[in-house]
């Protein structure tokens, strides 16, 4: 058959498009959409199942009978239908006759709502939605993310806060509670956990089943759409985590669509991620790559996103991940590398961008993959931002251990910072650190219950210093106890205690000092936005370093990672004279012993390469910022006149003005007097 049935059928550039992997909007041509057919509403729906032997609408309409609504094939592998007389809300699936006689009941690949699980049926949905949001827009564009604060609250929707099991708080709800929260704790964007539809709650929602429909157990997609909306009035950025790398083996879901390995690899040593149960985008195939660029894009467009956080970049980089020798086959250079996910993540950016400049794509990416966030025409993969994961493993690591073996581990502390201008970097402590036995962060932490608490804060302040932006996972800001449960709400009946609270109004000070702090993010992806003062004391687990903005303002940061206090301990300065102690970890009012100075001034003792050197008091397992503060130029003092000390007969014989015969007359008298 040929592709196309005549040569003006308006369908004809848009399915072009799709076969060439460069469709980037195939939601408006797939799924179900209206029309109108005289006087009447239709709804027509299209499919792609290139090895279908037959397919068929059933829903709710026709009692689920194949017979009473067949499909044409009106394109290589693509079947239309239109039906009339359906309402919103009706559900509905295809009947697929797989080559083999087998007869699939598949949910709609473009399907722009769901059933609610366990129910799998895709939904009729048309969007009545009005946004409100330009200023947002407005406001957002004027600014460049590089050069502005960033720090993300990671959030599950439906264990932050709920009602007990399977009780979850919807969209709108959800938003009207967590909002005043952000704002108070100066987080700038939430990252969401995939609210794609997922069948099975414990894949936390990355076993995805609709990649144009977002997850109906909150509600439906305009409240989703109401809930941005809402976020983006409160002036925070909303994050989507998206997964483009593998999918469930769902009955309904794409998993063989057709019958046949449809949107996933067919051959067995690429399909298939055995450790994770899941099947592989074949990312050679063009209508796949449509497909997936036009979700990515999907989500901005109709949805008003502002970013997304692509998951398991490298599971799609490497042919080898999480594979046996035997198990995978090298590229046609003989190495490891998946060249067609590879060509698919650039393509994938530059689409992504092209339609929305200001977007932010994040790689989830665990390698040294070079390039990862360079542009694709200098041979990078065209992400604008990725997550650190090299610093997130060395320093949980880090900080796990007894800190009598912190210095034998000091390159775990310092490396990072070596390779943090190699990327734009996300330094990410997310939902994957505080799950599956890995503890809290707080249960990280060792020492006794004050230590933990002293470390965890330290380590916070570290982070918060350190270029990059960041990511906290939600829970970690009030130290919770437990591990993440997907299941329950976070434990917030820890803020009755004294320690928590206090660890919470720690994270809403630091934070706020963050994002007042242009030294601390403005220059996140520059060797000029950052200077080592000391990385080398290993032998007292201490470093220090400066931090500075475009004004060159800075902050200098000392961090001490033993329990042992320091007194007269010196470091150099860039300049002379004073330096104020404007953040301290160890502060009374975050349960610390407050012994460190307020104020600190310079000697005139080369150190550390500066011609100047501060010394203080570091308390045990904290960190201190420290602001330079310039001496005041003094003012040329105003000399004082007496009216009465020169007669105006005097001034008259002057040739001077009566004013300067005053100030030479004074001046003459002083000297005299200081001549007797």
């Given at each position: 058959m040929?592709v196309?049935?005549?040569?003006?059928?308006p369908?004809?550039f848009?399915?072009y498009?799709f076969y060439?992997?460069?469709?980037?909007?195939a939601?408006?041509?797939?799924?179900v959409?209206?029309?109108?057919k005289g006087?009447s509403?239709?709804?027509?729906?299209?499919?792609?199942?290139?090895?279908?032997?037959?397919?068929?609408?059933v829903g709710?309409?026709?009692?689920?009978?194949?017979?009473?609504n067949?499909?044409?094939?009106?394109a290589?592998?693509?079947?239309?239908?239109?039906?009339p007389k359906?309402?919103?809300?009706?559900?509905?699936?295809?009947?697929?006759?797989?080559?083999?006689?087998?007869?699939l009941?598949?949910?709609?690949?473009?399907a722009?709502?769901?059933?609610?699980r366990?129910?799998?049926?895709?939904?009729?949905y048309e969007?009545s939605y009005e946004w409100?949001?330009s200023?947002w827009?407005?406001?957002?564009?004027s600014?460049?993310?590089y050069?502005s604060?960033?720090?993300?609250?990671?959030?599950?929707?439906?264990?932050w806060?709920?009602?007990?099991?399977?009780?979850f708080?919807?969209?709108?709800t959800f938003?009207?509670?967590?909002?005043p929260y952000l704002?108070?704790?100066?987080y700038?964007?939430?990252e969401?956990m995939?609210?794609t539809?997922?069948?099975?709650?414990?894949?936390?929602?990355y076993?995805v089943t609709g990649?144009?429909a977002?997850?109906s157990?909150?509600?439906?997609?305009d409240d989703?759409?109401?809930?941005?909306?809402?976020?983006?009035d409160a002036?925070?950025?909303?994050?989507?985590?998206?997964?483009?790398a593998h999918?469930?083996k769902?009955?309904?879901?794409?998993?063989?669509?057709?019958?046949?390995?449809?949107?996933?690899?067919s051959?067995?040593?690429?399909k298939?991620?055995?450790a994770?149960?899941?099947r592989?985008?074949d990312?050679?195939?063009?209508?796949?790559c449509?497909?997936?660029?036009s979700?990515?894009?999907y989500?901005?467009?109709e949805?008003h996103?502002d970013?997304l956080?692509?998951?398991?970049?490298?599971?799609?980089l490497y042919l080898?991940?999480?594979?046996?020798?035997?198990?995978w086959?090298?590229n046609?250079?003989g190495g490891?590398?998946?060249l067609?996910a590879?060509?698919?993540?650039?393509?994938?950016?530059?689409?992504?961008?092209?339609?929305h400049?200001?977007?932010?794509?994040?790689?989830?990416?665990?390698t040294?993959w070079?390039?990862?966030?360079?542009?694709?025409d200098?041979?990078?993969l065209?992400?604008?931002f990725k997550?650190?994961m090299g610093?997130m493993?060395?320093?949980?690591?880090?900080?796990?251990?007894?800190?009598?073996?912190?210095?034998?581990?000091?390159d775990?502390?310092?490396f990072s910072?070596?390779?943090?201008?190699?990327e734009?970097?996300?330094?990410?402590i997310?939902?994957d650190?505080?799950?599956?036995?890995?503890?809290?962060?707080?249960?990280?932490?060792?020492?006794?219950?004050?230590?933990?608490?002293a470390?965890?804060r330290?380590?916070l302040?570290?982070?918060m210093a350190?270029?990059?932006?960041?990511?906290?996972?939600?829970?970690?800001?009030?130290?919770?106890?437990?591990?993440w449960?997907y299941k329950?709400?976070l434990?917030?009946n820890l803020l009755?205690?004294?320690?928590?609270?206090?660890?919470?109004?720690?994270?809403?000070k630091?934070?706020?000092?963050?994002?007042?702090?242009?030294?601390?993010?403005?220059d996140?992806?520059?060797?000029?936005?950052?200077?080592?003062?000391?990385?080398?004391?290993?032998?007292q687990?201490?470093i220090s370093f400066?931090?500075?903005?475009?004004?060159?303002?800075?902050?200098?940061?000392?961090c001490?990672f033993?329990?042992?206090?320091?007194?007269?301990y010196?470091?150099?300065?860039?300049?002379?004279?004073?330096?104020k102690?404007?953040?301290?970890?160890?502060?009374?009012?975050f349960?610390?012993?407050?012994v460190?100075?307020?104020?600190?001034?310079?000697?005139?003792?080369?150190?550390?390469?500066h011609?100047n050197?501060?010394?203080?008091?570091?308390?045990?397992?904290s960190?201190?910022?420290?602001?330079y503060?310039p001496?005041?130029?003094?003012?040329?003092?105003?000399?004082?006149?007496?009216?009465?000390?020169?007669?105006?007969?005097?001034?008259?014989?002057?040739?001077?003005?009566?004013?300067?015969?005053?100030?030479?007359?004074?001046?003459?008298?002083k000297?005299?007097?200081?001549?007797?």
């Amino acid at each position: 058959m040929s592709v196309y049935n005549n040569n003006n059928n308006p369908n004809d550039f848009p399915l072009y498009l799709f076969y060439q992997g460069k469709n980037y909007e195939a939601y408006k041509f797939f799924g179900v959409h209206s029309a109108k057919k005289g006087r009447s509403k239709v709804y027509i729906f299209r499919v792609w199942a290139p090895n279908a032997v037959s397919v068929s609408v059933v829903g709710d309409f026709n009692n689920w009978d194949r017979k009473r609504n067949p499909m044409s094939m009106i394109a290589e592998g693509i079947w239309e239908a239109e039906i009339p007389k359906l309402k919103q809300y009706d559900a509905y699936k295809f009947s697929i006759e797989a080559r083999d006689g087998r007869i699939l009941m598949k949910a709609d690949p473009y399907a722009a709502h769901f059933e609610t699980r366990p129910g799998t049926a895709s939904k009729i949905y048309e969007s009545s939605y009005e946004w409100q949001d330009s200023r947002w827009f407005e406001n957002k564009n004027s600014v460049s993310i590089y050069k502005s604060p960033v720090n993300i609250y990671e959030v599950h929707l439906g264990s932050w806060k709920n009602y007990g099991e399977d009780k979850f708080l919807d969209y709108v709800t959800f938003a009207k509670e967590i909002i005043p929260y952000l704002k108070k704790m100066s987080y700038t964007h939430v990252e969401f956990m995939p609210l794609t539809e997922y069948p099975y709650d414990g894949s936390w929602g990355y076993q995805v089943t609709g990649y144009f429909a977002p997850t109906s157990r909150y509600g439906t997609p305009d409240d989703l759409r109401k809930m941005i909306d809402m976020f983006h009035d409160a002036g925070i950025g909303v994050i989507f985590d998206w997964v483009p790398a593998h999918f469930p083996k769902d009955e309904a879901g794409l998993y063989e669509f057709d019958g046949s390995c449809c949107y996933e690899y067919s051959d067995d040593r690429k399909k298939e991620h055995k450790a994770w149960g899941t099947r592989v985008f074949d990312f050679g195939r063009a209508e796949v790559c449509s497909f997936l660029i036009s979700s990515a894009n999907y989500w901005f467009d109709e949805f008003h996103i502002d970013g997304l956080r692509v998951d398991a970049v490298a599971s799609m980089l490497y042919l080898d991940y999480d594979r046996r020798e035997g198990e995978w086959a090298a590229n046609i250079y003989g190495g490891n590398e998946n060249l067609e996910a590879v060509e698919f993540l650039k393509h994938l950016n530059e689409a992504v961008f092209r339609k929305h400049p200001d977007a932010l794509m994040i790689a989830e990416e665990s390698t040294a993959w070079p390039l990862v966030t360079k542009p694709t025409d200098i041979g990078g993969l065209g992400f604008n931002f990725k997550w650190n994961m090299g610093w997130m493993n060395d320093m949980l690591s880090y900080m796990s251990l007894d800190p009598i073996y912190r210095a034998f581990n000091h390159d775990k502390l310092t490396f990072s910072f070596f390779y943090a201008f190699s990327e734009n970097y996300i330094l990410p402590i997310s939902h994957d650190e505080v799950v599956h036995g890995k503890c809290s962060m707080i249960n990280k932490m060792p020492g006794n219950y004050e230590q933990k608490f002293a470390s965890y804060r330290a380590f916070l302040a570290y982070m918060m210093a350190h270029p990059g932006k960041k990511l906290l996972f939600m829970g970690q800001e009030f130290a919770q106890m437990s591990e993440w449960n997907y299941k329950a709400q976070l434990d917030w009946n820890l803020l009755n205690f004294d320690a928590h609270k206090t660890m919470q109004k720690f994270s809403e000070k630091l934070n706020k000092f963050y994002m007042e702090n242009p030294p601390l993010w403005q220059d996140d992806d520059s060797w000029n936005g950052f200077g080592w003062i000391s990385n080398d004391d290993y032998k007292q687990s201490i470093i220090s370093f400066r931090r500075i903005d475009d004004n060159d303002e800075e902050i200098i940061t000392v961090c001490n990672f033993v329990p042992v206090e320091r007194k007269n301990y010196r470091i150099g300065v860039p300049y002379k004279g004073r330096y104020k102690l404007v953040f301290n970890t160890d502060a009374v009012e975050f349960g610390g012993s407050g012994v460190t100075e307020k104020t600190f001034k310079s000697d005139s003792v080369p150190m550390h390469g500066h011609d100047n050197s501060i010394t203080m008091t570091l308390a045990p397992l904290s960190v201190i910022y420290l602001r330079y503060v310039p001496a005041k130029k003094r003012e040329p003092r105003q000399k004082t006149e007496i009216v009465t000390a020169v007669p105006k007969k005097t001034a008259a014989k002057s040739k001077m003005p009566a004013s300067e015969t005053a100030v030479k007359t004074r001046t003459t008298a002083k000297k005299k007097s200081s001549a007797k």
